[in-house]
């Protein structure tokens, strides 16, 4: 049986100790698409949506969800953040996320770029679903992260 570092020898789920890891100051970039009609894109920009500016209330929720990501994925740390920038543009298709989270940990903050993504993507989507329900939310995914033993990693355009 291949070896997981999520389970232990018996197979048990666990989380990784990363106690003997050095810290390092780490920072991960995640984005997400909220693809939406024209109408509601057109709604946004004339600030006429029922719920008011989606915008503020998805960036602050991005922020509370960077913050909880250790509560809502069962095996990851919880880190100490030092900075989380929450990004959203609104675009031809819809609003494009991108969220920047940054640390001085042993571990990763890939998992809080991307909790912060998904919770700012459906804070989007709650506060345009009075006007739309076939919005979509899709291309979440990790854009970059530094630092740590497995170094800088991009991902290619």
Known sequence: ???FSHLDKD???H?????QKPETTRQAIASGLVKMSPETIQLIRTQQLPKGDPFETARIAGILAAKQTATLIPLCHPLPLSHIDINLELIDEGIYI???VLTRSATGVEMEALTAVSLAALTVYDMCKAVEKTITITNIQLESKTGGKSGDWQREK
């Open 98 to 100: 991108k969220a920047s």
């Open 15 to 19: 989380m990784v100790d990363v106690s």
């Open 1 to 3: 049986m291949p070896e």
């Open 11 to 13: 197979g048990r789920a």
